[in-house]
């Protein structure tokens, strides 16, 4: 094990980082800092919140002097992170008082242009208000020896590449080169190649991608009832902040507006949002005024919040790179974290492709049931209930539909009434899955018509691959299967024929369009033989 002693850097430093509460290095500095000690252009990649501020921060501080001009340059895609950046550089060099500062869009130029001219050793910006200096002259980067493109896989992804190759070249050739990323898509290669100067890779090994103190999981859920997993799942964890992904601003929109009604602090972030609009809602965040943010993964950029306990994956992300962005939002500073991804049958091939990129398989778990939740929550039902008696400073005003209710009702049936409407949960015990009624299956199963058969060459083997892997069960269970020339019919477990009905409703079988329905009840006389 290494420590920050070990490093050839200045005092000062070493003092700020102590102060800090920085123990040990994580891996990524402990490979990196060497490195970039050394001079010459360093690619490093590590997940989210595993210290890459700090891996480029130190040794690019330890090089910063005294010399009144901008030495270094630091991009980063958002404002946030700008902010960010700068924050945690400012604490590294606290005793070496060097002047940091954040220029983003957004913040009135006339300020940033007024603050550059006082004297900044480091400046950290956004692609395109760090040009918008350049081409007023206001920023001037002659004297820069070192630059470092943070988490550039994501300033690709916003579609900066013009804008800092504008900036690169406006920088001395004889300058070191850090790039930094959570992610190695082909495009940043491709700006290393032209852009660096045979740059070092540094990786925390492929293997495990993901950050080890991060618990990940799926869950099988129906499409019909995803909200109502998603409840039963955020009631049984002990959550203090979670952040739950959508797909699109307008499920973002409406999940927000559900989980509210529903009671629970939960805010959306998306990119609709005036900036007023974000920074108030992210101060809610992390003032734990919200239990929940609701976030699109482009609003969710440049979010760093630390204590961040869970990851929801409402909707299964797009891309494993996305995967790995979204799950790093906790487990930060060596915190556990959990995450956790909603699966529908007709995402379980991209759950599988987007295991096999991570190269890990995740453990399923199961939805919790009713059960489970009422005896997650009595504890702190009962509290709330107790505190309020034993206050016993409780308004008057009730006094006499109280009574009334006694003197008709057992007190139990009142108590229970009252306690689902105070936690607003309609806990119809009845399952609002489908009832596909009957389809003339056999005792215990359903069956299924599907709209095509020989005629396509249909066969049981391509049927049964099929509903096992998207369904995950076993072959064995699965039923009687009748293929005719334009049509076939199957039979599967009741339990398992609403993760059948969602995953062949509408989809391809063989590469075919297929359609899937419950079967009619065969005619009386069929039932004779
Ligand atoms: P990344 O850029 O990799 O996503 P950050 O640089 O934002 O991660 O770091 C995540 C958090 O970890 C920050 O709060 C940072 O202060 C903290 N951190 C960084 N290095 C260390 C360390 N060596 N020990 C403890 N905490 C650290
Ligand atoms: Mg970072």
Request: net charge neutral; aromatic share 6%.
């Given at each position: 094990m290494m420590y920050f002693d070990d490093f050839q850097i200045s005092g000062d430093i070493k003092k700020a980082i102590k102060e800090m509460g920085f123990e040990a290095p994580s891996p990524i500095q402990e490979k990196v800092i060497p490195v970039i000690l050394e001079g010459g252009d360093v690619i490093g990649q590590a997940q989210t919140g595993t210290g890459k501020t700090a891996a480029f921060g130190i040794p690019l501080l330890n090089k910063v002097t005294s010399a009144p001009y901008v030495q270094a340059i630091i991009l980063t895609p958002t404002r946030e992170l700008a902010i960010q950046v700068a924050g945690e550089l400012q604490k590294l060099s606290k005793f070496k008082r060097t002047r940091t500062l954040p220029i983003y869009g957004g913040q009135s130029i006339g300020h940033q242009i007024r603050a550059l001219k006082q004297g900044v050793h480091v400046v950290i910006g956004t692609p395109g208000r760090v040009l918008d200096h350049l081409r007023r002259k206001?920023?001037?980067?002659?004297?820069?020896h070192t630059v470092v493109l943070d988490e550039a896989d994501e300033m690709l992804d916003m579609g900066f590449v013009e804008d800092i190759e504008s900036i690169l070249k406006e920088v001395n050739h004889e300058r070191q080169t850090l790039l930094f990323s959570a992610t190695m898509p082909n495009e940043i290669m491709k700006l290393s190649r032209k852009y660096m100067n045979q740059p070092k890779v540094v990786s925390i090994s492929k293997g495990d991608v993901t950050a080890p103190s991060i618990n990940q999981v799926y869950f099988k859920v129906l499409e019909k009832n995803k909200l109502e997993s998603l409840c039963r799942i955020i009631d049984s964890e002990e959550i203090d902040l979670g952040i739950i992904f959508c797909r699109t601003k307008k499920g973002v929109a409406e999940l927000a507006e559900a989980l509210q009604a529903r009671g629970y602090m939960a805010d959306g972030l998306h990119g609709d949002l005036t900036q007023m609009q974000r920074d108030s809602v992210m101060k809610k965040f992390r003032d734990s005024t919200i239990e929940f943010l609701i976030a699109t993964d482009v609003a969710a950029r440049g979010i760093d919040v630390d204590n961040v306990t869970h990851v929801i994956n409402y909707d299964i992300p797009q891309d494993p790179e996305s995967y790995v962005h979204r799950i790093g939002r906790t487990g930060r500073a060596g915190r556990k974290g959990l995450a956790l991804t909603l699966v529908t049958p007709r995402e379980m091939k991209h759950l599988r492709s987007i295991e096999m990129e991570i190269k890990m398989t995740l453990p399923s778990q199961e939805i919790p049931t009713i059960e489970d939740v009422v005896e997650k929550q009595q504890e702190s039902w009962k509290q709330q209930v107790v505190k309020i008696i034993e206050t016993n400073d409780q308004p008057t005003f009730f006094d006499s539909i109280v009574k009334d209710m006694l003197s008709e009702y057992p007190p139990e049936k009142v108590v229970n009434a009252l306690m689902n409407i105070a936690f607003h949960r309609e806990f119809n015990v009845e399952d609002d899955s489908y009832n596909f009624g009957d389809t003339g299956a056999a005792k215990g199963m359903v069956r299924f018509f599907i709209n095509v058969g020989r005629n396509v060459q249909l066969t049981p083997k391509i049927i049964v691959d099929e509903i096992a892997e998207l369904v995950g069960i076993l072959p064995k269970s699965i039923g009687r299967i009748d293929i005719f020339e334009n049509f076939t019919f199957v039979e599967v477990p009741e339990d398992s024929a609403p993760f059948v009905y969602e995953a062949l409703r509408y989809s391809r079988l063989n590469g075919i369009r297929v359609n899937l329905e419950p079967a009619k009840p065969r005619p009386k006389r069929e039932k004779k033989f």
């Amino acid at each position: 094990m290494m420590y920050f002693d070990d490093f050839q850097i200045s005092g000062d430093i070493k003092k700020a980082i102590k102060e800090m509460g920085f123990e040990a290095p994580s891996p990524i500095q402990e490979k990196v800092i060497p490195v970039i000690l050394e001079g010459g252009d360093v690619i490093g990649q590590a997940q989210t919140g595993t210290g890459k501020t700090a891996a480029f921060g130190i040794p690019l501080l330890n090089k910063v002097t005294s010399a009144p001009y901008v030495q270094a340059i630091i991009l980063t895609p958002t404002r946030e992170l700008a902010i960010q950046v700068a924050g945690e550089l400012q604490k590294l060099s606290k005793f070496k008082r060097t002047r940091t500062l954040p220029i983003y869009g957004g913040q009135s130029i006339g300020h940033q242009i007024r603050a550059l001219k006082q004297g900044v050793h480091v400046v950290i910006g956004t692609p395109g208000r760090v040009l918008d200096h350049l081409r007023r002259k206001t920023l001037k980067l002659e004297r820069v020896h070192t630059v470092v493109l943070d988490e550039a896989d994501e300033m690709l992804d916003m579609g900066f590449v013009e804008d800092i190759e504008s900036i690169l070249k406006e920088v001395n050739h004889e300058r070191q080169t850090l790039l930094f990323s959570a992610t190695m898509p082909n495009e940043i290669m491709k700006l290393s190649r032209k852009y660096m100067n045979q740059p070092k890779v540094v990786s925390i090994s492929k293997g495990d991608v993901t950050a080890p103190s991060i618990n990940q999981v799926y869950f099988k859920v129906l499409e019909k009832n995803k909200l109502e997993s998603l409840c039963r799942i955020i009631d049984s964890e002990e959550i203090d902040l979670g952040i739950i992904f959508c797909r699109t601003k307008k499920g973002v929109a409406e999940l927000a507006e559900a989980l509210q009604a529903r009671g629970y602090m939960a805010d959306g972030l998306h990119g609709d949002l005036t900036q007023m609009q974000r920074d108030s809602v992210m101060k809610k965040f992390r003032d734990s005024t919200i239990e929940f943010l609701i976030a699109t993964d482009v609003a969710a950029r440049g979010i760093d919040v630390d204590n961040v306990t869970h990851v929801i994956n409402y909707d299964i992300p797009q891309d494993p790179e996305s995967y790995v962005h979204r799950i790093g939002r906790t487990g930060r500073a060596g915190r556990k974290g959990l995450a956790l991804t909603l699966v529908t049958p007709r995402e379980m091939k991209h759950l599988r492709s987007i295991e096999m990129e991570i190269k890990m398989t995740l453990p399923s778990q199961e939805i919790p049931t009713i059960e489970d939740v009422v005896e997650k929550q009595q504890e702190s039902w009962k509290q709330q209930v107790v505190k309020i008696i034993e206050t016993n400073d409780q308004p008057t005003f009730f006094d006499s539909i109280v009574k009334d209710m006694l003197s008709e009702y057992p007190p139990e049936k009142v108590v229970n009434a009252l306690m689902n409407i105070a936690f607003h949960r309609e806990f119809n015990v009845e399952d609002d899955s489908y009832n596909f009624g009957d389809t003339g299956a056999a005792k215990g199963m359903v069956r299924f018509f599907i709209n095509v058969g020989r005629n396509v060459q249909l066969t049981p083997k391509i049927i049964v691959d099929e509903i096992a892997e998207l369904v995950g069960i076993l072959p064995k269970s699965i039923g009687r299967i009748d293929i005719f020339e334009n049509f076939t019919f199957v039979e599967v477990p009741e339990d398992s024929a609403p993760f059948v009905y969602e995953a062949l409703r509408y989809s391809r079988l063989n590469g075919i369009r297929v359609n899937l329905e419950p079967a009619k009840p065969r005619p009386k006389r069929e039932k004779k033989f």
